[in-house]
Each structure stands twice: as structure tokens, then as C-alpha cells.
């Protein structure tokens, strides 16, 4: 394994008495996309923004490539290369999503500004998935479509490592399938990203490796398919029955013909 | 228009004023100055109006704004009743701030400026620079001399110690009369046991009090406004603080204090004072509360209405012709209700520096000299509750 | 019991729920599927009065006409909505949140009762009672905000996406729960994302598709046919039994 | 007595301030209201309730029987009749604390001018129980006894109303998310009506506690509404407990300085300590919304 | 309290109508540069003056307040230093050294109260703005009483009314272009991005403390500098005078009205206040106050999102209806 990009040891972070996240150490390669998975507040979200500067970690550090993160702004976070989307979409609703992107582009070393950001700004809207939507407002778009345009913005950054934070949670499975393509392509650039996600699915199709968090503290770290069968695993976040392909219909009265079913689906709104 | 119009005289004149209706400068207008103008302007016209030297009466027809308690808007509305309403007379704003920005206007256009509620030590050189302008209210320096002069006096007479406490409020007036008076006191071997100032819009003022109380000062001197007189007062009340001299500034004079405070203002000392035994003030005094409804402060309302009296008779004399009046302001003698008046230097230089309530009203008794000065009463009777 | 007729909301020109019709029963779970930006989260709102409805919509609950009332009566005639976003009150305490959704005086009898069945379904809000729901995690918020709608003791629940952001272990005892809380006689009208699961307990649902009612049927028809799998069970044509 | 003159001093002036305060913080906090006209309306139950002790020979407390549900009745309407296309119009978003500047803005003049018009500029003032009780030796007026008490009371109870009940509880919702207010069944309209009525009530019976001790002139509403400002913020808004702690703790930190320090200073104390309590808690003492 | 609703609600100008409005804004200025050659008397250049003023403090307060949404009401605190600035040098050093010298003060003041008060937000910032301007006010006055033991100062120069007035223009120019050029800079974009979401602004990179604090500071050099070349038309200035709060809220008010959002906004609002002011003022000294108020709620009743965004509504209807 190549020298790690982020090296993350004895990263601890408390709210009063809580301890959100407790001594948490894992790396990151280069290229390498991991997820980092775990039950609901066991952490996952704070440790990002410990990596990303919205929070300061009391303890710990965070290395990326030679640079000490830990305690430096966030600003000072994204000049070294660290972009980060968020659980909640924050996007500028008032700005234009062409603005979105440039705030993305402007304010970082090899960024642009201007005429000159014009191009970039197209392309990566195009890539998103939101080309033609330029000058709509943020605030207009549903929230998939924020999501994207979030993700936009971080690409604009053009990051070392980008931290996606449920950013393919509320997909329906054909835009879960775009979405992931999507990163697919994005990590065969060679992009290296943390994806802290609860679909399974996406896990298991874009992570190698896994870093699953409980209750503040690391308990598996591995590849994925090996750790998502690790038994504490399984009893703390996935439970007992893993997924089964097919329905299971409880209610399906035997026999019983589809009542009044006349989908015209892809029909006159198309 | 030739010789034999001018000679007719003009039909009316114009007189314009912008004054405080609104803002921190309305108690002011609305206590010493406003119902003076208005006095002055009904009973001129109800008896036909100013009678010009041609023997002819000629109404007054007035121009008004509010000059929102800035000096900004004072200065603008000033220019407008120049130009734009070409009145012929202009009123003065209150206070002295107000009348110091304004001063650059009337001084530009040759409008005599009658500044009868300024209270400023530059005075003597502002009546330099400015022509055309008359200061009636004295410096601060004045006041406090007279003051501290007259308690000296009491002193030697053995009546009071040396102890004096001193608060000021924290604004030119304050600053002005307590650099005065400091002075003053030091040299006449006054020990200044407690001499603080604080700053305009005190709500509460028991701290100080408390603490002066503390020091048991035979002289308590608080050089105020309106609002701390009154909790001062209030206070000193409260917790049974009687010096033997208890001075407040400005606002002792209003019929107010002695409206919330019955007889207890008796034996209370400010700055100004009148001799309202003499007819002619009582005659003022009934007058203003029959046509304003109020009756007017013991300090500088009859001040103002001496400065309107003059005009008129100025006016009277000479005309409409604006340096022609201020010339005459500048050296004729006046028949005021204070008596025959000449100025000095176009300032007023008999001004009570020194009151008292006493018998319910307020009356000067410093300078001693002066007729119709009253002893002071020392020690001030304690408070009744 | 919920029975909807003529419902329409326009955003400016945009017509984003077009004439939508539709039945929830008692003790049913009703499943609306529909894609990205085809006005679920639009009835629902629409439903609960939080956005406009244009005129001639007709909302009958127990055979009261709702549609001319205000969103606050809504909630007290006995709809609980869930909202995109969750809608919880962050400067408040869980326990302050909870206790909102028993607000309505239909909530007020059984305030008790649900307080316990809403922190044993979500043990974690046990743990958290008095921690200011802003600084709780995503997941921990959509607890919240499914457990205030609890609260009030609905006879419908609208639900938009409650499963979002919960763990797959939290996501499954919620739907388990949904099922105990159909079986206690409440309706739910459910909009999900995870098809699979929900029409795994739900017993009817609908289709929609730019803003009109495109399809309906039992819930086991649904996710038989083909188009549907493709759509939203993200199963290719043909690639399942 | 030093010690027993600072605190009876530092009380009677910090239960003054947060008198003055606890109806704005009501107004803003949960009617979301910026009421610039605030001042104005104290100094029009001070005007009332002179006018009716000095003309109709009332008693002062008596005063407060009437100027409280006045007050609420007022202010009531107010937010019915004036702000509520306001609310309405901006969703209450952003949009709403502009337009509620503005509007109160002018209903700050109107009423301004409505009171120069029937008192003129002048200062009014009354005495009413300003005599002396003796405190452990130290004398303080009964009146401003009164008005602490008044303060203590009105600001404990209302915190209690606030953080103990179900409709206390209701309020403080739609003081932080009045969007979602309506999801628990909670009629925000009704609520901030109220909420804006009561915080009229308090304002109405501070005017007429006020005037008790305090000479007042129709151009001092500014210099009340200014201080409730402060103290609201400082207290964190919408929290009546926070009035009162910061109303105090400025009351006290005049009264220190004035004492121990100079008195030229308290004014510049008080807003240095309200902007050091600002730096350090951003959101004020109690206050928990940073934006 | 995010009080100035966003630049997108305001609405978006087509560029055609952005050109028109700014060609008549610059034959504005034209106009107003010759006025005193055309022979207006004192009291119209008095209005002039009085316009300007609040043109460069509206104009100056929006280049901050705008695009970041953080409202303050410390426009009075830059203001009166400025003016007071001028009191103390006007009499001893060259006009320009003391305009130099008020705008040194300002600046440091600025930068002072930049780095205390901009990790607040909201209403938080407006009325601690507020209580700064009140502090400074204070700590002056406490200065001249106790140190100088002089309260109030003369201020005798040289400089007609005529001079104000273009000193004023002038200022008024420089913050227009300044206001331009930000507008177009990255710094323009770094505050819209700020008064939008802060949070979002640090995490794409900027450094939210220095745009705000640079932008404040250039603010304040602006009032600053209206403050001093207001200053000799009051003769004596004190504490009270140059440091009154009325000042910031009319400001804030004018600025509202126009529209914060958009460069001559806030000069769309100061016009009409300031002429309704003069002229209820002079029409109805006693009655001022009422009829101020009713025609300010008229206006937030019938003219929501300020005048400007009454404008552009008003053409972009007739521009659809022409395209018709
Ligand atoms: N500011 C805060 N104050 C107090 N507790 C906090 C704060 N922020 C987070 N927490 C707590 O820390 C724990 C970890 O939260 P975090 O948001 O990191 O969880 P998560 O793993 O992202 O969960 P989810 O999957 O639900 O998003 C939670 O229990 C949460 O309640
Ligand atoms: N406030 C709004 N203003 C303007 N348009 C809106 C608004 N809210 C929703 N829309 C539009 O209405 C349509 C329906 O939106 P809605 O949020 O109901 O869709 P949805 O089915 O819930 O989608 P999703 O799966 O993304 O949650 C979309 O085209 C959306 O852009
Ligand atoms: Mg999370
Ligand atoms: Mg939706």
C-alpha cells in the first residue's frame, strides 16, 4: 500500500459529556473510496466535520499527505484539498446554481473566477446531471436535484479527498443507479472519497473497504463484504436478516388479481 | 420699490423659526422657548401688530420647523426660511449646541441671531466673529463664579463649612459650570469632598446620592438637566439627605419641580431666579399661562421673552432693515419687563446667576446687589416627607 | 376514512399536483411511489394544509370535510404529517418535542402511553430526552420526528420518507413498527424511497407521475408487475422471477 | 450601609431594566415582531396614567388594573389589524423583520406624534409613594420596591408559564420554528397574537410602574425601547428569566460603577458588559438560536 | 435574523433595463455635479447636501450590509468619529490631512470592532452594533469631560457649503465605483456566498473573517469620511451631536426601502425619505411626525420588497407585455 492520504489516529471529540467520536483512527490511500458506515449517532457525521474543520477535534489528528489538519479553519481545510458535501443540504438558495458552482471555483488555489470559470462551471453542472439549469436559483430545486448541485460545488473545489455525507440517501433505485454511477466515475478518475452512507447498496457497489463506527469508537475496519458479515456488525447497524432480493408480501391475499392496475407509466408527462 | 415705498413700510413681516418639536431637544422648546414665541406673536398681533416708526401697525405672519433636534436639520431649515420663504426675522433654536451651528447662517445672511438659551464660554469671542449675534444667558463660567462667590460670602458669615459636593452632567453645560466652579472653589478654600460627573440619560442616580450623602458635604451642588434634577431631588429625598445648601441645575426652575414637589422645593438653589414681586414679571407670568396654558420657567423664559421685547422695540425703532436692528440691539437701552436693558458687548450682563424657592416661588438672590435680591435661606429646611 | 378527491397545487405556472384522487383506510398502509420530483412530498403538504392547495379540492376524514381548514385543525381532526425535512422543533428538547405532538387535544388522553411506545420504539430518544434535538444526528432527528407525529394519536399518519437517513437496522424496526401501528387501526399513507420495504408491509399503493395519479393496486400487484420493478424496485425488466 | 445601598440600588435599577424589557422580549421573540414602537407605547401609559392620577385622582396601582388589559387589548390589535398581512405576505421569512422595522418604524412616528400633539414636548412627572423605607438602614423609595417586585414576579412566573406548561412549551415553538408550529396542531396565528398582546400588557403596566418615580416626555420612547433592546438581546430572546438576570446584572454594574468607580462611566459599562456577555455567549445569556 | 431578504426574491434585472437605469443613474450624478452652477440657492444645495450625506452612508452601509445581510447600526459610531476626527484637526492641520486623519480613525476603529463583532449574527450583530456605536459615543464624551475637560468643540475653517456639497458628490462617486467593482470581484462573490451560509462560505474556501472585516473596514472609511466633510457645517460638535443613533437608523431605513441589495438601491430609497422628510417637515411642522408615520407604513403596506424591487417588477410586466 502506497503512503495514505489521510491518516486519521486518536481523534476524539466530546459534547459535554457525550463522546461523540473516541479515539477513531483509520487511512485512506490514495484512490481509495471507503465507506464509513454505522448506526445512527454513532459518529460518523462529526468525524467529518472534525476532517473538514466544521468541528475541532479536542484530541487526535488528522494527516493529509503532510499536513496537519487539526486546527486549522475550514477554509484553510478545503485549500488543501478536502471538499465535503453535507447530510443536510446546505446550497446557496439565493445564488443561481451557476453561482453555487463558481463559489466552488473561486476562492482556492488553481480555481478560476470570471469569464475564465464559465466552462468549468457548464461542465460540471453538465456532469451532475443539472446542464441547462444555470440561472434557476438554488432554492428552487428539489432536493435531489440540491444534492447534486452540492456535489457540484465540491467537485468545483477540485479536492484531494472528497467527503460525501449520505449524499446518495432518498434516491429512488433508477437514480440510485445514476447516482452511483456518477461516484463510480468520479473515483475511476481517481479521486479518493470517504462515503458515509446507510444504502447498503451503494456500499457494496462503490466501497472496497469499510470503517464502521459505534457509539464514537471504531469497530470493524476492512474490506467490505468481509466486515458488513463481521457479527458485531451485523447486530449493530445491519440486523439479523440481511437483505432478501426478492418481496416478501405479507399481505398478498393469495390468488387475488392486481386490482384496477392501468399504469401508463412514461406516458403523456413524459 | 423707491424711497416712498420704503417709506410706507412693508405690509407684514415675516418671521420664521425652526425649533425642537421632536426629538431629545422638545422638553426644552416646549418649556422655555415655543410658548414665548407664540405669546410674543398673539399679542402683537392682537394689538394689530408692530408699530413701525411710519406710525403704522404691521402684523407678524410666522414660518415654523422642526429641526428634529440635529444640527443638521437645524442649519437646513435655517437656510430654507432664508431663501426659500425670505422671512425677515428668524427666531433662535434652543440650547447651545443648536444655536452654535445655526450661528454660520444667520452670520452669512446678516440675520441677527438673539441666542437667549445658549449657555457658552465662548461668547465673548463669538459676539466677535458673529456680528450680528447676541448672547443672552451668560457663560458658564458666570454661573459658577457667582455661585461659589456667594457661598463664600455665607461662609465667612459662618453660616456654612468648607465641605462641598459636586456632580455634573457630563454634556458642555455640566462640563462648563463644574470647570467653574472647581476652580473657584479651590481658590476660595472650598474642600471638594466629591466632584464627579455622569453622563446625559442616568436613570438612576441613588448611587451618587448615596454615597454624597456619605460624605456629609455642607454644600451639595449638582450642575443637571431637567430629568436628574428631579430624581436627584427625588432621591435626596428618599434617603433624608439636607445639606445646608442644596443646589440642582437646570430644571429646578420649571413650574413642574414644584408641582411634584410642593413645599419641599423651598430652600432649593439653581441657577437664574427672578423678582417676582416686581409687576411687570407677575404681569408676564399671568399673561404666558393664559395664553400658552403653562406657566413659564423661572430661568431662561423671561430671558427669552426679554430678547422677543427687544427685537419688537428694535424693530420698532428702526425698521425691517436687519443690520439696522442689530445695530440698534447693539446699543440702544431697552424697557423690558427685567427692567431697562443694555447690552455689553452684545451679552446681557444682568443676568440672576443665583435662585432660590422660596414661599413657593422662585426667586434670585445672587448678585446680592441687584434690586429685588432676596437673603438666601441657609440652612435649606430639612425634607418633609 | 381518508378519502381525497380534486387535489391540485400549483407553484407559480408550475402545476405540480394535478387533480389527484385517493382512498386511505383504516388499519391500511398506503404506498405512494413516484420519482424524483413527481409531487409526493406535494400531496402530502398539500394534504396537511402546509402549502396551498388550489380550489375545489375536497379532503374527508370520517366523512369531515377538511380541505377548508387551516394545517394546525388538520393536525387536531387527526392527520400527523411527517414532512420532507422533518420539521422538528431543533431548539427544543426531545422531551419538549415529544410532548408538542401531544398538542392536540386528541393527543392529550393517551399522552402517557404514547410518550412510553414512542421511546420503546426508538430507545436511542429514551437516552436523549433532554438534549436539544439540533444537536442530535441525522438519523436521531427523523426518530424525533416520527415520534411527535405518534404523539398525537392520528387516525392518519403522512409520512414523507421516514426512512431516510436511519441505519438499515433502524429502518427495518421502523417499518416493523408502522405494521404494529396499522395494526392498531391508524392509517398511513407512506411516501418512501425504499420501495422494497414499504410495499413489503404496505397493503395498496398508488403511482404517481408529474403530479397525477398515473396507477394504483394492491400493494403484492405493484411489486409484480414489471414496469414498477423497473421503476422503483430497481429490478431490470426481466432480470427477476 | 454600603453594601446594603449598592444592592438595594443595583436591584431597584436591574428590576427597572427588565421591567421595561419583558414585553419586547415576548413581542420579538415569539410574535417575531421588531417592535421599533415599543418605547412609544410605554411612554403612552406613563402619559394614561398620569392623566389619571393627576385629573381623575386615581391611585397609581389602581392604574395598572386598567393599563395592563389595555395594553393587551392594544397591542392585541395591532398584531391582528397591522402586522398579520405582514406575517402573512412574508411567510413570516426573512422578508418579515424588514417589514416589521419598517412598519413599526412608522407606527413609532404616528404614535409619537399622536402624544406631542395631545401633551406637547414637555416633561411630566408625579410623586407617588416616593417615601423612604428603611431597609437594614439604608433607605430606599417604596415605589421602586414596587417595580421590583413587579419585575421578580411578572419575569418568574412568566418563565415558569413558559417552561413548565404545554402552552408555554407551544410558544417557545413557535418562537424557534413557527413553520413547522402548525404540524403539531398549534394555531401560530392565535399564539402570537397572544404572545404579542401580553408582551403589550407588560410594556403598558412598565409605562404605568414607570411613571412613578421617572419624569417622562413624549420624545423618550427611543431611550426605553433602546435599553429593552439591549437587555432583551443580552438575555437571550424570547426568555423572560434572561430579562431579568441581564436587566440585573446591568442595574448592578451601574450601581458599581457609579460607586466604586465614576459615574461618568456606568453608560459606557453597561454597553461594554453587554458586549462582552455578546462575545462570549453569541446568543445572549439564555439564548440558544444563533441565527 | 437574516433581515434583507435575498437578492434572488428581489428579483432579477434584465440587462437592458440594468443599462437604462444605470445611464440615468450617471446623468443623476451629472445634474447634481453642475446644481451648484445652476444657480441653486443655499437652501437647495442645502437639500443637496443633505441627500448626499445620506447617499454616501446608505450607499457605504449596503457595500457591507447587502451582500453578507449582517444589518448594523454602527453607522453613527464611523460617522461622528469621522466628525469628530474633523473637530479636533480642523483647526490645526491642512483639510486633506484631516480627511486622511478621519479616515485613519475610522479604519482602525473599523478593524477593532470588525474582529469583536463579526463571529456574531442576526439581531445578535444588529444591536451590538448598536450598543457599540452607544460605547464609543460614550467613551468620548467621557475622554473630553475627563481628560481634555473641554465638551464640545468649535470647528472654524474655510469651507463653504458649496465645498461640502462636492466633497460629498465626490465620496458618493468613489463608493458607487467602489460598490461596482466589488460587485465584480471575488470579494463581491465571497459576500454574497457569506450572507447566504456561512458555514457553506468557509467550507469552499473562504476566509469569511478577512472578506467581512475588509468590507467593513471599507464601509466605514466611507461614513467615516462623510463624517468629516460634514462636520464645518455645525460650527460646534460634541458627543451628542456627532454621535447621534438617529443617524444609523435612517440610514438603515433609507437603505431598506431602496433595496440593499442592488448598488443604486439604497440611493433609491434615500431620494424620496429625504425629500418626504423636507417636505413634511416644512408643510406640516406639527403634524410631521404623524404624517411621517402613516405615509411609512403606506409604503411597507403597498411597496413591499422596496422601491426597487417595485421597479424592476413594474418593467419586467411591461416588458412581457410589450414582447407581447
Ligand atoms: N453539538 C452537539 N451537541 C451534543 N451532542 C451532539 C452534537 N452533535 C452531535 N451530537 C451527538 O453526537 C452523536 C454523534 O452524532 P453524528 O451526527 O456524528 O452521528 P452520525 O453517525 O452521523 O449519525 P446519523 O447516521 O444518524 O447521521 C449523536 O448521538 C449526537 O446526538
Ligand atoms: N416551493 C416550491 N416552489 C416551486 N416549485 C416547487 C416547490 N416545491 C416543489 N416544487 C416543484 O414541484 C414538483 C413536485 O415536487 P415534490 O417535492 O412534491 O416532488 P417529490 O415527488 O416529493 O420529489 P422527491 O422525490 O424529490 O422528494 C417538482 O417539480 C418541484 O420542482
Ligand atoms: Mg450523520
Ligand atoms: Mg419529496
Known amino acids: 500500500m502506497s503512503a495514505p492520504l489521510l491518516k486519521v489516529t486518536g481523534l476524539t471529540k466530546a459534547f459535554g459529556g457525550l463522546v461523540a467520536v473516541d479515539k477513531l483512527g483509520f487511512e485512506v490511500a490514495p484512490g481509495e473510496v471507503i465507506g464509513l458506515v454505522g448506526p445512527n449517532g454513532s459518529g460518523k457525521t462529526t468525524a467529518m466535520n472534525l476532517i473538514s474543520g466544521a468541528l475541532r477535534a479536542d484530541r487526535g489528528s488528522i494527516r493529509l499527505g503532510d499536513a496537519e489538519l487539526v486546527g486549522l479553519r475550514p477554509d484553510r481545510i478545503v485549500r488543501h484539498g478536502v471538499a465535503r458535501t453535507f447530510q443536510l443540504v446546505r446550497v446557496l438558495g439565493s445564488l443561481s446554481c451557476a453561482d453555487n458552482v463558481a463559489a466552488g471555483l473561486a476562492f482556492h488555489p488553481g480555481g478560476a473566477f470570471g469569464a475564465g470559470a464559465r466552462e468549468r462551471i457548464d461542465a460540471l453542472l453538465a456532469r451532475v446531471g443539472l446542464g441547462g439549469r444555470e440561472a434557476l436559483p438554488a432554492g428552487e430545486l428539489t432536493y435531489i436535484d440540491q444534492k447534486r448541485l452540492e456535489l457540484a460545488r465540491a467537485l468545483a473545489l477540485a479536492p484531494r479527498l472528497l467527503l460525501l455525507d449520505e449524499w446518495l440517501a432518498g434516491l429512488n433505485p433508477t437514480e440510485l443507479r445514476e447516482g452511483i454511477a456518477l461516484i463510480r466515475s468520479l473515483r475511476d478518475e481517481g479521486l479518493t472519497m470517504i462515503l458515509v452512507e446507510h444504502v447498503m447498496e451503494a456500499v457494496h457497489a462503490l466501497c472496497n473497504r469499510c470503517v464502521v463506527m459505534n457509539a464514537g469508537v471504531l469497530l470493524a475496519d476492512g474490506p467490505t463484504a468481509e466486515v458488513l458479515r463481521n457479527p458485531e456488525v451485523v447486530r449493530a447497524y445491519l440486523g439479523e436478516d440481511v437483505e432478501t432480493d426478492d418481496l416478501p408480501p405479507p399481505h398478498l391475499p393469495t390468488g387475488e388479481a392486481p386490482t384496477q392496475l392501468n399504469l401508463d407509466a412514461g406516458g403523456q408527462h413524459a | 420699490a423707491g424711497p416712498a415705498a420704503a417709506q410706507a413700510g412693508p405690509d407684514k413681516i415675516r418671521i420664521g423659526w425652526a425649533v425642537a418639536k421632536t426629538g431629545p431637544n422638545a422638553p426644552g422648546v416646549a418649556t422655555t422657548v415655543l410658548p414665548n414665541y407664540k405669546l410674543w406673536v398673539e399679542e402683537i398681533n392682537a394689538a394689530g401688530g408692530i408699530q413701525l416708526k411710519s406710525g403704522k401697525r404691521v402684523p407678524v405672519e410666522v414660518v415654523e420647523y422642526d429641526d428634529r433636534s440635529s444640527s443638521e436639520e437645524a442649519v437646513r431649515a435655517i437656510e430654507r426660511l432664508v431663501t426659500q420663504d425670505k422671512v425677515d426675522f428668524i427666531l433662535p433654536p434652543w440650547g447651545t449646541g443648536t444655536n452654535l451651528a445655526v450661528g454660520p447662517t444667520f452670520h452669512k445672511h446678516g440675520y441677527p441671531l438673539l441666542a437667549a438659551t445658549a449657555v457658552t464660554d465662548r461668547a465673548p469671542d463669538l459676539v466677535k466673529r458673529w456680528p450680528n449675534a447676541f448672547f443672552f444667558l451668560g457663560t458658564g463660567h458666570g454661573y459658577g463664579e457667582a455661585l461659589v462667590s456667594y457661598l463664600e460670602q455665607e461662609r465667612k458669615a459662618g453660616k456654612i463649612g468648607t465641605k462641598v459636593a459636586m456632580m455634573s452632567v457630563a454634556d458642555g453645560f455640566g462640563v462648563d459650570l463644574g470647570g467653574a466652579a472647581r476652580k473657584v472653589l479651590a481658590k476660595h478654600g472650598f474642600e471638594l469632598v466629591y466632584d464627579k460627573t455622569y453622563p446625559v440619560g442616568t436613570q438612576d442616580l441613588s448611587p451618587m446620592l448615596n454615597e454624597i450623602k456619605g460624605l456629609a458635604p455642607d454644600v451639595f451642588i449638582a450642575f443637571s438637566y431637567p430629568p436628574d434634577t428631579l430624581g436627584i431631588t427625588d432621591q435626596a429625598k428618599v434617603i433624608g439627605f439636607n445639606p445646608k445648601v442644596f443646589y440642582t441645575g437646570v430644571g429646578t426652575q420649571f413650574p413642574l419641580y414644584k408641582n411634584k414637589f410642593g413645599a419641599n422645593v423651598d430652600g432649593v438653589m439653581s441657577l437664574g431666579g427672578i423678582d417676582a414681586d416686581d409687576p411687570a414679571v407677575q404681569a408676564y407670568f399671568r399673561r404666558h399661562k393664559e395664553v400658552t396654558g403653562q406657566e413659564p420657567d423661572r430661568f431662561a423664559s423671561p430671558i427669552v421673552w426679554v430678547s422677543l421685547q427687544m427685537l419688537q422695540q428694535a424693530i420698532e425703532r428702526v425698521g425691517v432693515d436687519r443690520a439696522a436692528v442689530s445695530k440698534e440691539l447693539a446699543s440702544g437701552t431697552f424697557d423690558t419687563i427685567l427692567g431697562q436693558v443694555k447690552l455689553v458687548d452684545r451679552q446681557w450682563p444682568k443676568l440672576w446667576w443665583v435662585g432660590q424657592w422660596q414661599d413657593g416661588e422662585f426667586r434670585g438672590i445672587a448678585p446680592t446687589d441687584r434690586a429685588g435680591a432676596r437673603p438666601a435661606v441657609i440652612p435649606k429646611p430639612a425634607w418633609k416627607p | 376514512m381518508l378519502e381525497i378527491a380534486g387535489l391540485s397545487v400549483r407553484y407559480g405556472k408550475h402545476l405540480a399536483l394535478d387533480d389527484v384522487a385517493l382512498k386511505v383506510g383504516r388499519g391500511e398502509i398506503v404506498v405512494m411511489l413516484g420519482a424524483n420530483g413527481a409531487g409526493k412530498s406535494s400531496l402530502l403538504k398539500a394534504v396537511g394544509g402546509m402549502v396551498k392547495r388550489e380550489p375545489g379540492a375536497s379532503i374527508r376524514l370520517a366523512g369531515t370535510e377538511l380541505a377548508g381548514l387551516p394545517a394546525h385543525r388538520i393536525v387536531g381532526a387527526g392527520l400527523a404529517l411527517v414532512p420532507e425535512g422533518r420539521g422538528v422543533f431543533g431548539e427544543l428538547t426531545v422531551r419538549e418535542n415529544l410532548a408538542l405532538g401531544a398538542f392536540p387535544h386528541r393527543g392529550r388522553a393517551a399522552e402517557a402511553d404514547n410518550f412510553e411506545r414512542v421511546q420503546n420504539l426508538f430507545p436511542r430518544l429514551r437516552e436523549r430526552l433532554d438534549q436539544a434535538v439540533r444537536t442530535m444526528s441525522g438519523g436521531e432527528q427523523q426518530m424525533v420526528a416520527v415520534g411527535r407525529a405518534l404523539m398525537s394519536a392520528p387516525a392518519i399518519l403522512l409520512l414523507d420518507e421516514p426512512s431516510l437517513g436511519l441505519s438499515p437496522l433502524m429502518c427495518k424496526e421502523l417499518f416493523q413498527a408502522l405494521a404494529r401501528i396499522r395494526d392498531d387501526g391508524t392509517g398511513v399513507l407512506l411516501v418512501e424511497q425504499n420501495a422494497r420495504q414499504s410495499l413489503a408491509i404496505g397493503d395498496r399503493g398508488y403511482l404517481l407521475e408529474g403530479g397525477r395519479v398515473v396507477g394504483s393496486g394492491s400493494a403484492a400487484a405493484l411489486g409484480a408487475d414489471p414496469a414498477v420493478r423497473a421503476a422503483y424496485l430497481g429490478v431490470a425488466h426481466g432480470e427477476a422471477a | 450601609m454600603l453594601i446594603v445601598d449598592v444592592l438595594l440600588a443595583g436591584f431597584t435599577l436591574g428590576g427597572m431594566y427588565a421591567l421595561i424589557a419583558m414585553g419586547l422580549t415576548l413581542q420579538y421573540g415569539v410574535a417575531r415582531i421588531m417592535n421599533l414602537s415599543y418605547g412609544e407605547v410605554l411612554v403612552m401609559s406613563a402619559f394614561g396614567t398620569w392623566f389619571a392620577v393627576t385629573r381623575l385622582d386615581w391611585n397609581p396601582v389602581a392604574v395598572l388594573l386598567a393599563s395592563l388589559p389595555l395594553g393587551y387589548l392594544a397591542s392585541w390589535l395591532i398584531y391582528r389589524v397591522l402586522m398579520m398581512p405582514l406575517v402573512r405576505r412574508s411567510g413570516a421569512g426573512p422578508a418579515l423583520e424588514v417589514d416589521s422595522i419598517l412598519a413599526t418604524f412608522g407606527l413609532l412616528f404616528l404614535l409619537q406624534g399622536v402624544l406631542l400633539l395631545a401633551f406637547g414636548g414637555n416633561y411630566y412627572s408625579y410623586s407617588y409613594l416616593s417615601q423612604p423605607v428603611d431597609i437594614l438602614g439604608s433607605q430606599v423609595a417604596a415605589n421602586r420596591l414596587v417595580v421590583l417586585g413587579f419585575a421578580a414576579a411578572i419575569g418568574l412566573g412568566l418563565y415558569l408559564l413558559l417552561t413548565r406548561s404545554r402552552l408555554g412549551t407551544a410558544v417557545r415553538a413557535v418562537a424557534v420554528a413557527p413553520r413547522f408550529a402548525p404540524l403539531v396542531g398549534i394555531d401560530v396565528w392565535r399564539l402570537s397574537a397572544i404572545a404579542f398582546g401580553i408582551g403589550g400588557a407588560l410594556v403598558a403596566g412598565g409605562g404605568t410602574l414607570l411613571s412613578m418615580f421617572l419624569p417622562f416626555s413624549a420624545t423618550m420612547g427611543v431611550v426605553f425601547a433602546m435599553k429593552a433592546l439591549v437587555v432583551v438581546i443580552m438575555g437571550g430572546v424570547g426568555n423572560l428569566l434572561g430579562c431579568l438576570v441581564a436587566g440585573l446584572m446591568l442595574g448592578f454594574a451601574e450601581t458599581l460603577v457609579a460607586r466604586f468607580v465614576d459615574p461618568g462611566l456606568t453608560l459606557a459599562v453597561n454597553f461594554a458588559l453587554f458586549l462582552l456577555v455578546l462575545l462570549l455567549r453569541p446568543a445572549g445569556l439564555f439564548g440558544r438560536v444563533a441565527r | 435574523m437574516n433581515a434583507l431578504p435575498s437578492p434572488a426574491a428581489a428579483g432579477n434585472s434584465t440587462g437592458a433595463g440594468r443599462l437604462a437605469l444605470q445611464a440615468l443613474a450617471v446623468a443623476g450624478l451629472a445634474l447634481l455635479a453642475a446644481l451648484p452652477w445652476l444657480g441653486a440657492d443655499d437652501y437647495l444645495i442645502a437639500v443637496g447636501i443633505n441627500i448626499l450625506q445620506y447617499g ?20 453613527v459610531a464611523f460617522f461622528g468619529i469621522g466628525a469628530y476626527t474633523a473637530a479636533v484637526f480642523g483647526e490645526t ?70 465645498q461640502i456639497y462636492w466633497q460629498l458628490l465626490a465620496l458618493l462617486v468613489a463608493v458607487l465605483a467602489t460598490g461596482w467593482a466589488i460587485r465584480r470581484s471575488r470579494l463581491g462573490l465571497a459576500l454574497q456566498v457569506i450572507g447566504d451560509d456561512e458555514v457553506v462560505a468557509r467550507h469552499v474556501g473562504i476566509d469569511t473573517t478577512r472578506a467581512k472585516l475588509l468590507l467593513f473596514a471599507i464601509s466605514a472609511g466611507f461614513i467615516g469620511l462623510a463624517g468629516a466633510a460634514m462636520a464645518p457645517r455645525w460650527t460646534y460638535i460634541d458627543p451628542a451631536i456627532a454621535f447621534n443613533p438617529v443617524i444609523s437608523f435612517q440610514v438603515l431605513i433609507m437603505a431598506l426601502l431602496g433595496g440593499a441589495n442592488r448598488l443604486f438601491g439604497p440611493l433609491l430609497g434615500v431620494l424620496p425619505v429625504a425629500l418626504l422628510f423636507e417636505l413634511l417637515s416644512g408643510s406640516f411642522p406639527n403634524h410631521f411626525m404623524i404624517l411621517l408615520g402613516l405615509v411609512f407604513m403606506a409604503i411597507v403596506y403597498f411597496i413591499p420588497n422596496g422601491l426597487f424591487g417595485l421597479l424592476e417588477r413594474r418593467r419586467q410586466r411591461a416588458g412581457k407585455e410589450g414582447g407581447k
Open chain 5, 56 to 75: 454616501v452612508l446608505a450607499t457605504a452601509w449596503a457595500l457591507f450590509s447587502g451582500p453578507t445581510r449582517y444589518v448594523s447600526l454602527a453607522t
Open chain 5, 93 to 162: 492641520l491642512p483639510w486633506p490631512a484631516v480627511l486622511a486623519a478621519a479616515l485613519g480613525v475610522s479604519l482602525v476603529l473599523a478593524l477593532i470592532v470588525g474582529l469583536a463583532t463579526l463571529r456574531l449574527s442576526g439581531v445578535h450583530f444588529v444591536i451590538f452594533t448598536f450598543g457599540l456605536a452607544e460605547l464609543v459615543h460614550q467613551l468620548v464624551n467621557w475622554y473630553e469631560v475627563n481628560v481634555t475637560r473641554t465638551l464640545g468643540r468649535y470647528l472654524f475653517v474655510d469651507i463653504s457649503q458649496v
